[in-house]
Protein backbone atom coordinates (compact mmCIF):
# COMPACT_ATOMS: atom_id res chain seq x y z
CA UNK A 1 0.00 0.00 0.00
CA UNK A 2 1.80 3.31 -0.88
CA UNK A 3 2.03 5.79 1.61
CA UNK A 4 -0.72 8.40 1.15
CA UNK A 5 -3.37 5.30 1.01
CA UNK A 6 -1.56 4.08 4.10
CA UNK A 7 -2.98 6.86 6.56
CA UNK A 8 -6.51 6.85 5.71
CA UNK A 9 -6.19 2.74 5.64
CA UNK A 10 -5.21 2.69 9.24
CA UNK A 11 -7.38 5.55 10.12
CA UNK A 12 -9.96 3.33 9.23
CA UNK A 13 -9.20 0.67 11.00
CA UNK A 14 -7.38 1.78 13.98
CA UNK A 15 -9.21 4.63 14.93
CA UNK A 16 -11.98 3.22 16.24
CA UNK A 17 -9.84 0.40 18.45
CA UNK A 18 -7.70 3.59 19.89
CA UNK A 19 -10.84 5.63 21.13
CA UNK A 20 -12.93 2.60 22.19
CA UNK A 21 -9.52 1.72 24.63
CA UNK A 22 -8.68 5.41 25.76
CA UNK A 23 -12.59 5.56 26.54
CA UNK A 24 -12.26 2.39 28.65
CA UNK A 25 -9.59 4.29 30.32
CA UNK A 26 -10.58 7.57 30.89
CA UNK A 27 -14.45 7.07 31.39
CA UNK A 28 -17.13 7.28 28.49
CA UNK A 29 -17.94 10.88 29.78
CA UNK A 30 -14.51 11.60 28.37
CA UNK A 31 -15.25 9.97 24.88
CA UNK A 32 -14.72 13.69 23.07
CA UNK A 33 -11.07 13.11 24.95
CA UNK A 34 -10.43 10.02 23.69
CA UNK A 35 -11.16 11.19 20.37
CA UNK A 36 -8.97 13.99 20.56
CA UNK A 37 -6.12 11.80 22.05
CA UNK A 38 -6.44 8.94 18.78
CA UNK A 39 -6.85 12.19 16.08
CA UNK A 40 -3.96 13.56 17.79
CA UNK A 41 -2.13 10.37 16.86
CA UNK A 42 -2.86 10.15 13.35
CA UNK A 43 -2.08 13.73 13.46
CA UNK A 44 1.86 12.68 14.52
CA UNK A 45 1.89 9.85 11.86
CA UNK A 46 0.84 12.30 9.30
CA UNK A 47 3.71 15.27 10.90
CA UNK A 48 6.48 12.54 10.82
CA UNK A 49 5.84 9.85 8.31
CA UNK A 50 6.28 11.83 5.10
CA UNK A 51 9.79 13.16 6.98
CA UNK A 52 11.61 10.50 8.62
CA UNK A 53 9.80 7.95 6.52
CA UNK A 54 6.97 4.91 7.21
CA UNK A 55 7.78 2.86 10.42
CA UNK A 56 8.26 -0.76 10.08
CA UNK A 57 5.32 -1.41 12.20
CA UNK A 58 3.08 1.36 11.32
CA UNK A 59 0.56 0.02 14.15
CA UNK A 60 2.89 -0.55 16.58
CA UNK A 61 4.08 2.98 16.03
CA UNK A 62 0.37 4.19 16.43
CA UNK A 63 -0.19 2.28 19.36
CA UNK A 64 3.05 3.47 20.67
CA UNK A 65 2.29 6.95 20.27
CA UNK A 66 -1.29 6.77 21.61
CA UNK A 67 0.04 5.16 24.94
CA UNK A 68 2.46 8.42 25.82
CA UNK A 69 -0.45 10.93 24.72
CA UNK A 70 -2.45 8.78 27.32
CA UNK A 71 -0.15 8.89 29.75
CA UNK A 72 0.38 12.65 29.37
CA UNK A 73 -3.06 12.89 29.42
CA UNK A 74 -3.33 11.23 32.58
CA UNK A 75 -0.06 12.92 34.42
CA UNK A 76 -1.97 16.67 33.67
CA UNK A 77 -5.21 15.04 35.11
CA UNK A 78 -3.63 14.38 37.71
CA UNK A 79 -1.39 17.29 38.22
CA UNK A 80 -5.11 18.94 37.63
CA UNK A 81 -6.73 17.03 40.36
CA UNK A 82 -3.72 16.91 42.73
CA UNK A 83 -1.98 20.35 42.29
CA UNK A 84 1.23 18.00 43.12
CA UNK A 85 4.34 19.20 41.52
CA UNK A 86 5.94 18.19 38.00
CA UNK A 87 8.97 16.70 39.45
CA UNK A 88 6.94 15.14 41.94
CA UNK A 89 4.97 13.60 38.77
CA UNK A 90 7.93 12.64 37.10
CA UNK A 91 8.43 10.22 39.66
CA UNK A 92 5.39 8.37 39.94
CA UNK A 93 5.12 8.32 36.28
CA UNK A 94 5.86 4.40 36.84
CA UNK A 95 3.24 3.65 38.44
CA UNK A 96 0.55 4.78 35.80
CA UNK A 97 -1.64 2.44 34.49
CA UNK A 98 -0.45 1.80 30.71
CA UNK A 99 -2.76 2.07 27.80
CA UNK A 100 -3.84 -1.84 27.26
CA UNK A 101 -4.18 -2.05 23.76
CA UNK A 102 -3.93 -5.98 23.75
CA UNK A 103 -6.35 -7.87 21.49
CA UNK A 104 -8.43 -8.62 23.88
CA UNK A 105 -8.58 -5.56 25.65
CA UNK A 106 -9.64 -3.49 22.23
CA UNK A 107 -12.35 -6.27 21.71
CA UNK A 108 -13.91 -5.58 24.66
CA UNK A 109 -13.76 -2.04 24.60
CA UNK A 110 -15.37 -1.79 21.42
CA UNK A 111 -18.26 -4.06 22.61
CA UNK A 112 -18.90 -2.36 25.84
CA UNK A 113 -18.65 1.02 23.47
CA UNK A 114 -21.11 -0.48 20.92
CA UNK A 115 -23.58 -0.96 24.01
CA UNK A 116 -22.83 2.33 25.62
CA UNK A 117 -23.63 4.31 21.97
CA UNK A 118 -26.59 2.20 21.52
CA UNK A 119 -28.12 3.25 25.01
CA UNK A 120 -32.24 3.78 24.78
CA UNK A 121 -31.56 6.92 26.49
CA UNK A 122 -29.78 8.53 23.42
CA UNK A 123 -32.23 8.94 20.86
CA UNK A 124 -31.99 6.57 17.18
CA UNK A 125 -30.44 9.08 14.64
CA UNK A 126 -27.77 10.13 17.16
CA UNK A 127 -26.93 6.09 18.07
CA UNK A 128 -26.29 6.15 14.52
CA UNK A 129 -24.39 9.09 13.49
CA UNK A 130 -22.10 7.95 17.30
CA UNK A 131 -21.46 4.56 15.80
CA UNK A 132 -20.14 5.58 12.42
CA UNK A 133 -18.21 7.88 13.89
CA UNK A 134 -16.64 6.17 16.94
CA UNK A 135 -16.64 2.61 16.53
CA UNK A 136 -16.32 2.54 12.50
CA UNK A 137 -14.16 5.50 11.89
CA UNK A 138 -16.09 7.81 9.62
CA UNK A 139 -15.59 11.09 8.77
CA UNK A 140 -18.54 13.99 9.62
CA UNK A 141 -18.65 14.37 6.01
CA UNK A 142 -19.03 10.74 5.00
CA UNK A 143 -21.60 10.96 7.70
CA UNK A 144 -23.64 13.52 6.35
CA UNK A 145 -22.74 12.32 2.77
CA UNK A 146 -24.66 8.80 3.86
CA UNK A 147 -27.42 10.70 5.57
CA UNK A 148 -27.76 13.05 2.68
CA UNK A 149 -27.55 15.54 5.28
CA UNK A 150 -24.75 18.10 6.02
CA UNK A 151 -21.92 18.71 7.90
CA UNK A 152 -23.66 20.91 10.58
CA UNK A 153 -26.71 18.75 11.43
CA UNK A 154 -23.91 15.62 11.64
CA UNK A 155 -21.96 17.70 14.19
CA UNK A 156 -24.87 18.94 16.14
CA UNK A 157 -26.21 15.21 16.52
CA UNK A 158 -23.36 14.51 17.42
CA UNK A 159 -22.47 16.77 20.37
CA UNK A 160 -26.09 16.69 21.02
CA UNK A 161 -25.65 12.18 21.23
CA UNK A 162 -22.59 13.25 23.66
CA UNK A 163 -23.94 15.72 25.69
CA UNK A 164 -27.16 12.86 26.23
CA UNK A 165 -24.18 10.82 27.40
CA UNK A 166 -22.72 12.86 30.09
CA UNK A 167 -26.22 13.93 31.56
CA UNK A 168 -27.22 10.04 31.51
CA UNK A 169 -24.39 9.00 33.13
CA UNK A 170 -23.65 6.24 30.87
CA UNK A 171 -21.17 4.33 31.56
CA UNK A 172 -18.50 1.32 29.50
CA UNK A 173 -20.12 -1.64 30.66
CA UNK A 174 -21.74 -4.67 29.27
CA UNK A 175 -25.30 -4.89 30.63
CA UNK A 176 -25.83 -7.55 33.45
CA UNK A 177 -26.66 -10.57 31.90
CA UNK A 178 -30.14 -10.47 33.20
CA UNK A 179 -31.30 -7.08 31.34
CA UNK A 180 -28.79 -8.58 28.49
CA UNK A 181 -31.67 -9.20 25.56
CA UNK A 182 -33.34 -5.47 25.91
CA UNK A 183 -30.13 -3.34 25.67
CA UNK A 184 -29.74 -5.86 22.38
CA UNK A 185 -32.43 -5.47 20.72
CA UNK A 186 -31.58 -1.51 21.03
CA UNK A 187 -28.40 -2.56 19.16
CA UNK A 188 -29.34 -4.21 17.12
CA UNK A 189 -32.10 -2.01 15.33
CA UNK A 190 -29.03 0.61 15.26
CA UNK A 191 -26.95 -2.30 13.27
CA UNK A 192 -30.11 -3.12 11.07
CA UNK A 193 -30.16 0.67 10.09
CA UNK A 194 -26.75 1.35 9.39
CA UNK A 195 -27.42 -1.81 7.38
CA UNK A 196 -29.82 -0.50 5.43
CA UNK A 197 -28.87 2.98 5.12
CA UNK A 198 -25.97 1.72 3.27
CA UNK A 199 -27.95 -0.70 1.00
CA UNK A 200 -31.09 1.86 0.47
CA UNK A 201 -29.40 4.82 0.64
CA UNK A 202 -30.02 7.59 -2.37
CA UNK A 203 -26.46 8.34 -2.08
CA UNK A 204 -24.84 7.93 -4.97
CA UNK A 205 -21.03 6.96 -3.66
CA UNK A 206 -21.73 3.55 -3.64
CA UNK A 207 -18.05 2.76 -2.44
CA UNK A 208 -19.64 4.58 0.45
CA UNK A 209 -22.60 2.50 0.94
CA UNK A 210 -21.23 -0.80 0.74
CA UNK A 211 -18.43 0.60 3.13
CA UNK A 212 -21.97 0.99 6.01
CA UNK A 213 -22.93 -2.37 5.19
CA UNK A 214 -19.60 -3.69 6.20
CA UNK A 215 -19.67 -2.09 9.02
CA UNK A 216 -22.75 -3.36 10.37
CA UNK A 217 -21.61 -7.02 9.21
CA UNK A 218 -18.19 -6.24 10.83
CA UNK A 219 -20.32 -5.24 14.40
CA UNK A 220 -23.08 -7.96 14.10
CA UNK A 221 -20.13 -10.09 14.18
CA UNK A 222 -18.72 -8.91 17.04
CA UNK A 223 -21.94 -9.31 19.06
CA UNK A 224 -22.04 -13.21 17.27
CA UNK A 225 -18.55 -13.66 18.92
CA UNK A 226 -19.56 -13.00 22.34
CA UNK A 227 -22.01 -15.79 23.77
CA UNK A 228 -24.16 -13.67 25.89
CA UNK A 229 -25.42 -11.60 22.50
CA UNK A 230 -25.02 -14.72 20.25
CA UNK A 231 -29.14 -14.92 20.23
CA UNK A 232 -31.31 -16.17 17.34
CA UNK A 233 -32.08 -12.78 16.69
CA UNK A 234 -28.66 -11.78 15.99
CA UNK A 235 -27.80 -14.51 13.43
CA UNK A 236 -31.19 -13.66 12.12
CA UNK A 237 -29.68 -9.96 11.75
CA UNK A 238 -26.53 -11.74 10.07
CA UNK A 239 -27.72 -13.77 7.81
CA UNK A 240 -29.83 -10.78 6.86
CA UNK A 241 -26.98 -8.68 5.78
CA UNK A 242 -24.96 -11.87 4.50
CA UNK A 243 -27.76 -12.84 1.92
CA UNK A 244 -27.85 -9.18 0.50
CA UNK A 245 -24.34 -8.47 1.27
CA UNK A 246 -23.47 -11.30 -1.64
CA UNK A 247 -25.30 -9.26 -4.64
CA UNK A 248 -23.00 -6.72 -3.94
CA UNK A 249 -20.40 -7.78 -7.05
CA UNK A 250 -23.18 -7.82 -9.46
CA UNK A 251 -24.95 -4.83 -8.14
CA UNK A 252 -22.82 -2.14 -10.45
CA UNK A 253 -21.87 -2.03 -13.05
CA UNK A 254 -18.56 -0.86 -15.20
CA UNK A 255 -20.07 2.81 -15.04
CA UNK A 256 -20.26 2.15 -11.17
CA UNK A 257 -24.19 2.61 -11.83
CA UNK A 258 -26.63 0.48 -9.94
CA UNK A 259 -27.81 -2.83 -11.31
CA UNK A 260 -31.37 -3.81 -10.84
CA UNK A 261 -32.23 -7.29 -9.31
CA UNK A 262 -33.72 -8.59 -12.47
CA UNK A 263 -30.78 -7.53 -14.63
CA UNK A 264 -28.24 -8.94 -12.16
CA UNK A 265 -25.59 -11.71 -13.22
CA UNK A 266 -26.03 -14.15 -10.58
CA UNK A 267 -22.70 -15.74 -11.12
CA UNK A 268 -21.29 -12.98 -9.64
CA UNK A 269 -23.50 -13.27 -6.59
CA UNK A 270 -20.87 -14.47 -3.26
CA UNK A 271 -21.54 -17.63 -2.76
CA UNK A 272 -19.43 -17.80 0.22
CA UNK A 273 -21.67 -15.31 2.26
CA UNK A 274 -24.70 -17.22 1.06
CA UNK A 275 -23.58 -20.25 2.65
CA UNK A 276 -22.32 -17.87 5.34
CA UNK A 277 -26.12 -16.37 5.73
CA UNK A 278 -27.22 -20.41 5.08
CA UNK A 279 -25.12 -20.87 8.49
CA UNK A 280 -26.27 -17.91 10.69
CA UNK A 281 -30.16 -18.95 9.63
CA UNK A 282 -29.65 -22.15 10.66
CA UNK A 283 -28.27 -20.62 13.66
CA UNK A 284 -31.32 -18.37 13.88
CA UNK A 285 -33.92 -20.91 13.92
CA UNK A 286 -33.60 -22.45 17.56
CA UNK A 287 -36.25 -21.48 19.83
CA UNK A 288 -40.11 -20.77 19.59
CA UNK A 289 -39.60 -16.82 18.40
CA UNK A 290 -39.22 -14.89 15.38
CA UNK A 291 -38.29 -11.77 14.69
CA UNK A 292 -38.65 -9.63 12.35
CA UNK A 293 -34.96 -10.29 11.22
CA UNK A 294 -36.00 -13.82 10.73
CA UNK A 295 -38.37 -13.04 7.87
CA UNK A 296 -36.17 -10.64 6.14
CA UNK A 297 -33.98 -13.05 6.34
CA UNK A 298 -36.14 -15.19 5.03
CA UNK A 299 -37.31 -13.19 2.00
CA UNK A 300 -33.41 -12.56 0.95
CA UNK A 301 -32.28 -15.87 0.97
CA UNK A 302 -35.19 -16.68 -1.25
CA UNK A 303 -33.49 -13.75 -3.50
CA UNK A 304 -30.38 -15.90 -3.78
CA UNK A 305 -32.15 -18.23 -5.73
CA UNK A 306 -32.25 -16.37 -8.87
CA UNK A 307 -34.82 -19.20 -10.70
CA UNK A 308 -38.35 -17.57 -11.09
CA UNK A 309 -40.38 -20.61 -9.52
CA UNK A 310 -44.13 -20.63 -7.88
CA UNK A 311 -42.05 -22.44 -4.57
CA UNK A 312 -39.93 -19.20 -3.99
CA UNK A 313 -42.61 -16.52 -4.90
CA UNK A 314 -44.96 -18.18 -2.68
CA UNK A 315 -42.81 -18.77 0.63
CA UNK A 316 -41.69 -14.49 -0.06
CA UNK A 317 -45.35 -14.22 0.05
CA UNK A 318 -45.90 -15.98 2.66
CA UNK A 319 -42.98 -14.36 4.56
CA UNK A 320 -44.00 -10.66 3.92
CA UNK A 321 -47.71 -11.91 5.28
CA UNK A 322 -46.22 -12.12 8.43
CA UNK A 323 -43.45 -10.17 8.59
CA UNK A 324 -46.42 -6.94 7.66
CA UNK A 325 -48.02 -8.12 10.24
CA UNK A 326 -45.59 -7.54 13.01
CA UNK A 327 -43.43 -4.80 11.24
CA UNK A 328 -45.61 -2.74 8.41
CA UNK A 329 -43.55 -0.39 5.96
CA UNK A 330 -44.46 0.74 3.01
CA UNK A 331 -41.35 -1.08 1.47
CA UNK A 332 -42.97 -4.34 2.74
CA UNK A 333 -46.12 -3.52 1.17
CA UNK A 334 -45.01 -2.50 -2.20
CA UNK A 335 -42.53 -5.60 -2.27
CA UNK A 336 -45.68 -8.03 -0.38
CA UNK A 337 -48.14 -6.79 -3.79
CA UNK A 338 -44.89 -7.58 -6.09
CA UNK A 339 -44.55 -11.30 -4.35
CA UNK A 340 -48.64 -11.85 -4.94
CA UNK A 341 -48.48 -11.04 -8.31
CA UNK A 342 -46.02 -13.67 -9.02
CA UNK A 343 -47.74 -16.23 -6.88
CA UNK A 344 -51.55 -15.32 -7.43
CA UNK A 345 -51.62 -13.41 -10.51
CA UNK A 346 -51.85 -9.95 -11.85
CA UNK A 347 -55.65 -9.14 -11.07
CA UNK A 348 -55.16 -9.97 -7.38
CA UNK A 349 -52.10 -8.04 -7.28
CA UNK A 350 -54.22 -4.67 -8.47
CA UNK A 351 -57.00 -5.30 -6.08
CA UNK A 352 -54.18 -5.29 -3.82
CA UNK A 353 -52.11 -2.41 -4.79
CA UNK A 354 -55.12 -0.63 -5.25
CA UNK A 355 -56.19 -0.58 -1.62
CA UNK A 356 -51.87 0.46 -0.53
CA UNK A 357 -52.91 4.36 -0.51
CA UNK A 358 -49.30 4.89 -1.08
CA UNK A 359 -49.77 7.47 -3.67
CA UNK A 360 -47.03 9.69 -2.86
CA UNK A 361 -45.07 7.01 -3.20
CA UNK A 362 -42.72 6.61 -6.82
CA UNK A 363 -42.50 2.85 -6.16
CA UNK A 364 -46.38 2.57 -5.85
CA UNK A 365 -47.09 4.13 -9.37
CA UNK A 366 -44.14 1.91 -10.55
CA UNK A 367 -45.66 -0.86 -9.50
CA UNK A 368 -49.08 0.15 -10.65
CA UNK A 369 -47.76 0.47 -14.02
CA UNK A 370 -45.90 -2.61 -14.77
CA UNK A 371 -49.65 -4.49 -13.37
CA UNK A 372 -51.86 -2.58 -16.14
CA UNK A 373 -48.93 -2.95 -18.56
CA UNK A 374 -50.70 -5.65 -20.57
CA UNK A 375 -54.60 -4.66 -19.30
CA UNK A 376 -54.56 -1.02 -19.75
CA UNK A 377 -51.51 0.82 -21.18
CA UNK A 378 -53.10 4.32 -20.59
CA UNK A 379 -53.08 3.73 -16.94
CA UNK A 380 -49.66 2.27 -16.84
CA UNK A 381 -48.56 5.07 -18.64
CA UNK A 382 -50.31 7.79 -16.16
CA UNK A 383 -48.64 5.82 -13.35
CA UNK A 384 -44.90 5.53 -14.69
CA UNK A 385 -45.39 9.34 -15.52
CA UNK A 386 -46.33 10.33 -11.72
CA UNK A 387 -43.39 7.78 -10.61
CA UNK A 388 -41.25 9.98 -12.27
CA UNK A 389 -42.62 13.22 -11.01
CA UNK A 390 -42.16 11.67 -7.66
CA UNK A 391 -38.56 9.99 -8.64
CA UNK A 392 -35.85 10.86 -6.57
CA UNK A 393 -32.86 9.52 -7.80
CA UNK A 394 -31.14 9.67 -11.29
CA UNK A 395 -31.44 5.84 -11.47
CA UNK A 396 -35.02 5.62 -10.63
CA UNK A 397 -35.91 8.85 -13.32
CA UNK A 398 -33.91 7.10 -15.99
CA UNK A 399 -35.71 3.56 -15.49
CA UNK A 400 -39.11 4.93 -15.47
CA UNK A 401 -38.38 7.33 -18.75
CA UNK A 402 -37.32 3.89 -20.19
CA UNK A 403 -40.27 2.16 -19.17
CA UNK A 404 -42.35 5.07 -20.12
CA UNK A 405 -40.62 4.98 -24.17
CA UNK A 406 -41.30 1.50 -24.31
CA UNK A 407 -45.59 1.71 -24.00
CA UNK B 1 -59.63 5.08 13.51
CA UNK B 2 -61.23 2.70 15.61
CA UNK B 3 -60.23 -1.18 16.52
CA UNK B 4 -62.93 -3.42 15.23
CA UNK B 5 -62.97 -7.28 15.90
CA UNK B 6 -63.78 -9.78 13.18
CA UNK B 7 -65.50 -12.74 15.09
CA UNK B 8 -65.41 -16.17 12.60
CA UNK B 9 -68.68 -18.35 13.02
CA UNK B 10 -68.65 -21.43 11.73
CA UNK B 11 -71.95 -23.45 10.90
CA UNK B 12 -70.42 -26.61 11.74
CA UNK B 13 -66.96 -26.77 13.11
CA UNK B 14 -67.01 -30.82 13.94
CA UNK B 15 -66.95 -31.06 10.16
CA UNK B 16 -63.60 -32.42 8.85
CA UNK B 17 -61.83 -30.79 6.22
CA UNK B 18 -59.29 -32.99 4.12
CA UNK B 19 -55.26 -32.29 4.43
CA UNK B 20 -54.85 -30.83 0.84
CA UNK B 21 -58.45 -28.37 1.84
CA UNK B 22 -57.06 -27.55 5.11
CA UNK B 23 -53.80 -25.96 3.69
CA UNK B 24 -55.78 -23.78 0.66
CA UNK B 25 -57.39 -22.29 3.54
CA UNK B 26 -54.38 -21.32 5.18
CA UNK B 27 -52.92 -19.62 2.41
CA UNK B 28 -55.88 -18.17 1.92
CA UNK B 29 -56.31 -16.71 5.17
CA UNK B 30 -52.73 -15.92 5.10
CA UNK B 31 -52.93 -13.74 2.11
CA UNK B 32 -56.37 -12.32 3.21
CA UNK B 33 -54.41 -11.55 6.50
CA UNK B 34 -51.50 -10.27 4.32
CA UNK B 35 -53.63 -8.29 2.36
CA UNK B 36 -54.88 -6.07 5.58
CA UNK B 37 -51.78 -5.67 7.03
CA UNK B 38 -50.14 -4.04 3.93
CA UNK B 39 -52.64 -1.54 4.28
CA UNK B 40 -51.33 -1.18 8.14
CA UNK B 41 -54.77 -2.14 9.42
CA UNK B 42 -54.00 -5.32 11.11
CA UNK B 43 -53.87 -5.22 14.84
CA UNK B 44 -53.91 -8.66 15.83
CA UNK B 45 -55.67 -11.91 15.97
CA UNK B 46 -55.92 -15.77 16.97
CA UNK B 47 -57.46 -19.11 15.84
CA UNK B 48 -59.06 -20.72 18.34
CA UNK B 49 -58.63 -24.67 18.51
CA UNK B 50 -61.73 -26.51 18.31
CA UNK B 51 -60.05 -29.83 20.23
CA UNK B 52 -60.21 -30.07 23.61
CA UNK B 53 -62.33 -27.18 24.30
CA UNK B 54 -64.84 -26.85 27.27
CA UNK B 55 -68.49 -25.31 27.40
CA UNK B 56 -69.34 -24.15 31.22
CA UNK B 57 -73.03 -23.81 31.61
CA UNK B 58 -75.08 -22.45 34.62
CA UNK B 59 -74.15 -23.42 38.04
CA UNK B 60 -70.99 -24.82 36.97
CA UNK B 61 -71.63 -27.74 34.57
CA UNK B 62 -69.03 -28.34 32.19
CA UNK B 63 -69.67 -30.12 28.93
CA UNK B 64 -66.61 -31.10 26.51
CA UNK B 65 -66.14 -29.16 23.21
CA UNK B 66 -68.52 -26.14 22.00
CA UNK B 67 -70.76 -28.70 20.27
CA UNK B 68 -73.51 -29.62 22.77
CA UNK B 69 -76.46 -28.80 21.92
CA UNK B 70 -75.26 -25.63 19.52
CA UNK B 71 -74.17 -26.00 15.68
CA UNK B 72 -72.64 -22.88 15.43
CA UNK B 73 -69.28 -22.29 16.98
CA UNK B 74 -66.66 -19.74 17.27
CA UNK B 75 -63.05 -20.44 14.80
CA UNK B 76 -61.32 -17.09 15.78
CA UNK B 77 -60.66 -13.56 15.25
CA UNK B 78 -58.81 -10.91 14.22
CA UNK B 79 -58.66 -7.51 15.59
CA UNK B 80 -58.38 -4.39 12.24
CA UNK B 81 -58.32 -0.85 12.06
CA UNK B 82 -61.40 1.15 10.38
CA UNK B 83 -62.79 4.09 9.53
CA UNK B 84 -66.19 2.93 9.76
CA UNK B 85 -68.35 -0.46 10.36
CA UNK B 86 -68.41 -0.28 6.78
CA UNK B 87 -65.04 -0.37 6.00
CA UNK B 88 -64.28 -2.94 8.59
CA UNK B 89 -67.31 -5.17 6.80
CA UNK B 90 -65.95 -4.83 3.24
CA UNK B 91 -62.45 -6.30 4.85
CA UNK B 92 -64.73 -9.31 6.07
CA UNK B 93 -65.73 -9.95 2.79
CA UNK B 94 -62.44 -11.03 1.61
CA UNK B 95 -62.45 -14.07 4.37
CA UNK B 96 -61.90 -17.41 3.04
CA UNK B 97 -64.47 -18.40 5.90
CA UNK B 98 -67.28 -17.05 4.09
CA UNK B 99 -66.98 -19.55 1.32
CA UNK B 100 -68.17 -22.46 4.12
CA UNK B 101 -71.61 -22.24 3.71
CA UNK B 102 -73.53 -21.01 6.90
CA UNK B 103 -70.31 -19.52 7.80
CA UNK B 104 -70.82 -15.71 9.08
CA UNK B 105 -68.18 -13.06 9.80
CA UNK B 106 -69.38 -11.11 13.01
CA UNK B 107 -67.61 -7.33 12.95
CA UNK B 108 -68.22 -5.74 16.52
CA UNK B 109 -66.55 -2.02 17.23
CA UNK B 110 -64.17 -2.64 20.47
CA UNK B 111 -65.10 -0.36 23.32
CA UNK B 112 -62.64 1.38 24.62
Redesign the interface.
Known sequence: MSQPDLIPHLFRTEFRKLTAVLCRQFGFEQLDLAEDIAGDTFLAALENWPYKGVPKNPVAWLYSVAKNKARNQLLRQQGFHQKIALALLAATSASTPELDLSEENIGDSQLQMLFAVCHPAIPQESQIALALRVLCGFGIDEIANAFLSNRETIAKRLSRAKEKLREENIVMELPPPSGIAQRLATVLISLYLVFNEGYYSETSDIVLREDLCLEAIRLTQMLIDYPPTDLPDTNALMALMCFHASRFPARKDAAGELVLYADQDENLWDQSLISRGAWHLKRASTGNAYSKYHLEAGIAYWHTIKEDTKEKWENILQLYNRLLQIAYSPVAALNRTYALWKANGKQEAIRAAEQLKLDKNPYYHTLLGELYLDSDRERSRSHFEQGLLLARTEADKKMLAKKLAAI | MDEYMLIFRHQDGSKLASPEQMQVWM?QT??W???I????K?VGGHGLSFDNARTVGHGGVVTNGPFGDIKETLGGYIIVKAASPDEAAEFAKGSPILQGEGNTIEVRRMAH
Request: aromatic content about 10%; charged content about 20%.
Open positions: KMDIGGAAQNY
